[in-house]
Antibody, heavy 124, light 110 residues
C-alpha cells in the first residue's frame, strides 16, 4: 500500500524548535516530490513548499520562505518540516503530500497521496 | 488572501446537482492545470479531479471538472449525504511562483 505516515502531534512553547516528519512507503520515494501544506484551525489549505527527494532541491511559497525549512533523507524515505523558533501563529495541522513534477515543468502536479496530518500546538 | 476565489458555501438536496466555481486569472487558472480536492470533516484532503477534468481511479463519476478561461468548476451530480465536505481548487500561480489554493467551499446536503 502506498502511504505517507507523519509523526505525532506536538505541543511546544514559543521560541522552541521543532522538526516533524513524513515517511513514505509502498513506492519509490525518489520518484515523487513531497509538498507540505498548512491548515490553521478552521481555515483553508496553504501550500508551504516542496522538495524533490532525489536531489533535495526545494522551493518555497513566498509566504513561508525563511520561516521554515524543508528537507529529506532518501535513505529513510522521509521528508521533514522544521522550525527554528516557533510562534503561536504556527499552531496548525500540517500535511505532507506526494506529487509528480507536472510534465517536467517544474510545477507541482496532483497531490495523489496525503499523510494523515500532524497537529502542532504552540502555546506558552 | 487566496489567489483563487471560491464561494464559501453551497448546498443542495439529495440527488440534485451542484457546481462549485473557482475564479482566478491569466497568471494561474488560464495557463495552468486545475486540481480539486475533497476534505471530509476531520480528515486529510483527497484528490478528486486532476489536470482540469481528469478523474482519479476510484473516484465516483458523479464528480466532474471543467475549465474555461480564468475560471474552473467542479460539478457533483446525484448528491449524497457522504458528499458533505469542504472542496478546494488549486493551481500554480506564475506571478507568485507558488501553488495557490482556493479558500474552500463547504458543501451541505440538505
Amino acid at each position: 500500500e502506498v502511504q505517507l505516515v507523519q509523526s505525532g502531534a506536538e505541543v511546544k512553547k514559543p521560541g522552541e524548535s521543532l522538526r516533524i516528519s513524513c515517511q513514505g512507503s509502498g513506492y519509490n520515494f525518489t520518484s515523487y516530490w513531497i509538498s507540505w501544506v498548512r491548515q490553521m484551525p478552521g481555515k483553508g489549505l496553504e501550500w508551504m513548499g516542496r522538495i524533490d527527494p532525489s536531489d533535495s532541491y526545494t522551493n518555497y511559497s513566498p509566504s513561508f520562505q525563511g520561516h521554515v525549512t524543508i528537507s529529506a533523507d532518501k535513505s529513510f524515505s522521509t521528508a521533514y518540516l522544521q522550525w527554528s523558533s516557533l510562534k503561536a501563529s504556527d499552531t496548525a495541522m500540517y500535511y505532507c503530500a506526494r506529487h509528480p513534477d507536472y510534465y517536467g515543468s517544474g510545477k507541482p502536479g496532483a497531490f495523489d497521496i496525503w499523510g494523515q496530518g500532524t497537529m502542532v500546538t504552540v502555546s506558552s | 488572501q487566496s489567489v483563487l476565489t471560491q464561494p464559501p458555501s453551497v448546498s443542495g438536496a439529495p440527488r440534485q446537482r451542484v457546481t462549485i466555481s473557482c475564479s482566478g486569472s491569466s497568471s494561474n487558472i488560464e495557463n495552468n492545470a486545475v486540481i480539486w480536492y475533497q476534505q471530509l470533516p476531520g480528515k486529510a484532503p483527497k484528490l478528486l479531479i486532476y489536470y482540469d477534468d481528469l478523474l482519479p481511479s476510484g473516484v465516483s463519476d458523479r464528480f466532474s471538472g471543467s475549465k474555461s478561461g480564468t475560471s474552473a468548476s467542479l460539478a457533483i451530480s446525484g448528491l449524497q449525504s457522504e458528499d458533505e465536505a469542504d472542496y478546494y481548487c488549486a493551481t500554480w500561480d506564475d506571478s507568485l511562483n507558488g501553488l495557490g489554493f482556493g479558500g474552500g467551499t463547504k458543501l451541505t446536503v440538505l
